[in-house]
């Protein structure tokens, strides 16, 4: 299995400034995600993070509000730009783990860095 | 559109009763399925997949689930629960169409009474 360490796990943030979250895995994976979990809701991907390419993003996410990078494939960083109250959630990063021969395999988490934007 | 359907939003279980938490999806492809159970503060663990094969999965915690094509269901099962098991249950869905990124149901809250 994958460990992934997310930093900050919590932060309180103003209006109008940019956060930016970094997300470490213990070994090079291929595909890392980003998903935007609001207050009592469930997870919604902003992002796939493929080293090497831009991000590919989801309906209704764009790059100027959360730029990401991926310099890497044991890295990824996802930042939230020009913060409003909307912007409060958990975002956690995740990574495939995907099995010899190509098939698909589960998605580790991490344990999300949660943000509230005043 | 695909869509993963999770009906129930919150239930009570008795420790020690059986608890079954519903999941429906739709989907065009063969889907891959999974249950992740998100306890208060914590990061999402995964509890069981299914890709394909014995359509009853086993999983972690005791925890069991049945994919039931006709029905377009997964629903989870655990026969006896026990306090512990308090928390929020995600069913997920993908397919590789979809570049492998999962489709979320809006989750089960499950609160467990002594």
């Known amino acids: 299995s994958a460990v992934i360490s997310q930093k900050p796990s919590r932060d309180i943030c103003q209006r109008g400034t940019s956060l930016t979250i970094q997300c470490q895995v213990d070994s090079q994976v291929t595909m890392m995600f980003w998903y935007r979990q609001q207050p009592g809701q469930s997870l919604t991907l902003i992002a796939t993070a493929n080293q090497g390419s831009e991000a590919t993003y989801e309906s209704g996410f764009v790059i100027d509000k959360f730029p990401i990078s991926r310099p890497n494939l044991t890295f990824s960083t996802l930042t939230v730009s020009n913060m409003s109250p909307e912007d409060s959630s958990i975002y956690l990063c995740?990574?495939?783990?995907?099995?010899?021969?190509?098939?698909?395999?589960?998605?580790?988490f991490g344990e999300g860095s949660r943000l509230t934007v005043l | 559109a695909q869509s993963v359907t999770q009906p129930d939003i919150h239930i009570t279980v008795s420790e020690g009763a059986s608890l079954e938490l519903r999941c429906n999806y739709s989907?065009?492809?063969?889907?891959?399925l999974f249950w992740y159970v998100q306890s208060p503060g914590q990061g999402l663990q995964l509890l069981l997949k299914y890709f394909s094969g014995d359509t009853l999965v086993q999983g972690i915690k005791g925890f069991e689930a049945e994919f039931k094509r006709s029905q377009s269901s997964f629903n989870l099962r655990k026969p006896s629960v026990h306090w512990s098991d308090a928390a929020e249950y995600f069913c997920?869905?993908?397919?590789?169409?979809?570049?492998?990124?999962?489709?979320f149901g809006k989750g089960t809250s499950l609160l467990v009474t002594p």
């Open positions: 997920a869905v993908g397919d590789l169409n979809s570049g492998y990124a999962l489709n």
């Open positions: 995740s990574v495939e783990n995907r099995l010899a021969g190509g098939e698909s395999g589960e998605l580790f």
């Open positions: 989907y065009g492809a063969t889907p891959y």
